[in-house]
């Protein structure tokens, strides 16, 4: 069984490391030594669904050459429309898993809805074993622990991506089950460098990953839209303030990521005394600015837990959500 992957989940390129996070560089994975190692065996890669998410991918395993040709992909879904788009670009195309299991002989990407899980790991199972290829899901709230009980004896992995994914800006984590491997995490991480940043957390953080990176470009985009309108507001045309507002926030992120330097110094090296500048950022103090965004990670990430089967208590007590 196989089916179309339409639940898009999906933080910035490589930060510091803090804590248990471990980063890793935006370019690094597809370009690494080690990662060349493993290349020069021509990885192939299935993938379980043919939608956007697992459109951008292969769009990206393609261009940064993680695959040698395109026809070291595979994938399977059952709209056919679906592909015929991935057979134009030269991608292998089957609505039969079992091949794709035969096929794809380095990594099995699970890019269907979660509710679907269930119905093609069996197959997956029977047809991969601990020493085939590497299983990945992206489905949302799929723990490892009901993964490696669908796919008894297979190593296993939970990545989550976030939309930015469609235009090679995903920020990803991931979390790898106890039988993977070094190769593995490579793997992992030439699939998703290819599309943007991808950090390895434990599986616990993937909570919190989907409460900030996962539903920040929401956040993001409320954001570009409220800086347009104050934009429209002070008498600029909606077209050009809109441009503006993104451009804004696109320039800022990239001047985060690039040097490396605290937002807070940032913001600081912008603001004169007396002047503009801090005349907005005071006003989006009072405004509650900085609250309410933690509020906001703060619930999504309360929400991912629920949906995960956390109960109250856990959520109040123990992470004291």
Same mark, same amino acid.
């Given at each position: ?12 390129? =490589? ?8 980063? %890793?560089? /935006?370019? +690094? ?13 021509? $990885? ?9 998410? *697992? ?5 990206? $395993? ?23 788009? *991935?057979? @134009? ?8 898993? *079992?091949? &794709? ?38 489905? =949302? ?16 992995? /939970? ?54 990176? @996962? ?11 409220? !800086?347009?309108? @104050?934009?429209?507001? %002070?008498? !600029?045309? /909606?077209?050009?303030? &809109?441009? &503006? ?7 800022? =992120? ?11 110094? $940032? ?11 801090? +005349?907005?950022?005071?006003? &989006?103090?009072?405004? @509650? ?26 959520? *109040?007590?123990?992470?004291? !959500?």
């Amino acid at each position: 069984l196989v089916t179309t992957h339409t639940h898009l989940l999906l933080a910035p390129r =490589a930060l510091p490391q803090q804590h248990n996070i471990t980063s %890793s560089t /935006r370019i +690094a994975p597809y370009t690494s030594e080690h990662t060349a190692n493993i290349m020069k065996d021509d $990885l192939s890669i299935g993938f379980v669904g043919c939608g956007m998410m *697992a459109s951008a991918l292969m769009d990206g $395993l393609i261009d940064k050459k993680v695959v040698k040709e395109p026809s070291r992909i595979i994938t399977s879904d059952v709209y056919q429309p679906a592909l015929d788009r *991935a057979a @134009g670009k030269g991608i292998a195309t089957t609505t039969d898993n *079992a091949k &794709l299991c035969a096929d794809a002989k380095d990594a099995i990407i699970l890019a269907v809805k979660p509710n679907i899980i269930p119905e093609v790991c069996p197959i997956i199972g029977g047809a991969v074993d601990s020493q085939g290829a590497l299983i990945i899901s992206i489905a =949302a709230g799929v723990t490892l622990q009901t993964l490696e009980s669908l796919l008894a004896g297979s190593r296993v992995v /939970r990545v989550m991506p976030n939309t930015p994914c469609l235009v090679g800006e995903a920020a990803s984590a991931y979390a790898m089950s106890s039988a993977c491997t070094e190769d593995d995490k490579t793997i992992v991480e030439a699939i998703f460098g290819a599309v943007g940043l991808c950090v390895q957390v434990k599986e616990e953080l993937l909570n919190p990953v989907t409460g900030l990176s @996962g539903s920040g470009p929401a956040y993001v985009y409320q954001f570009i839209e409220a !800086l347009a309108d @104050g934009g429209v507001r %002070s008498g !600029l045309p /909606r077209s050009i303030a &809109l441009k &503006l507002a993104a451009q804004t926030v696109k320039g800022a =992120a990239e001047m985060v990521l690039t040097t490396g330097t605290h937002p807070g110094q $940032l913001k600081d090296n912008v603001c004169s005394p007396g002047g503009t500048t801090i +005349a907005g950022v005071e006003a &989006l103090e009072n405004g @509650g600015l900085r609250s309410a965004t933690i509020s906001a990670v703060k619930a999504a990430t309360k929400r991912s837990m629920q949906l995960g089967g956390y109960s109250e208590d856990q959520i *109040a007590n123990k992470h004291d !959500l």
